[in-house]
């Protein structure tokens, strides 16, 4: 089992960039593969990116390819996603989720553990 906690979320203006960051516990965090999800207000939640647990296996939505960067440090327990050129429809809350399949899937019912969240507000 493994516990996620997500930080790193704020207020920020379009064109701007933030780092989300998750950090797991438990020793088995290298055998997880990682993705990121967000829910806008009123809407479902959603794929934005996935790792599979070495990083040779990376997914994105087609919404954030070449804005957003997902990586992994197996040392630390923590998996990123590097956000730039944020715009207002980037805005809501930011989700960790892991599962122990071997490639990173893109729907949330592939997911078996998931953080609290993080707020990520793109507003002027």
């Known amino acids: 089992q493994v516990q996620l906690v997500e930080s790193g979320g704020g207020l920020v203006q379009p064109g701007g960039s933030l780092r989300l960051s998750c950090a797991a516990s438990?020793?088995?965090?290298?055998?997880?593969?990682m993705g990121w999800f967000r829910q806008a207000p009123g809407k479902e939640r959603r794929f934005v990116a996935a790792i599979s647990w070495t990083g040779g296996t990376i997914r994105y939505a087609d919404s954030v390819m070449g804005r957003f960067t997902i990586s992994r440090d197996n040392a630390k327990s923590t998996v990123y996603v590097e956000m730039k050129s944020l715009q207002p429809e980037d805005t809501g809350v930011y989700y960790c989720?892991?599962?122990?399949?071997?490639?990173?899937?893109?729907?949330?019912?592939?997911?078996?553990?998931w953080g609290q969240g993080t707020q990520v507000t793109v507003s002027s």
């Open positions: 989720a892991a599962d122990r399949k071997l490639m990173p899937g893109l729907m949330d019912i592939e997911y078996e553990y």
């Open positions: 438990g020793r088995t965090f290298r055998s997880y593969t």
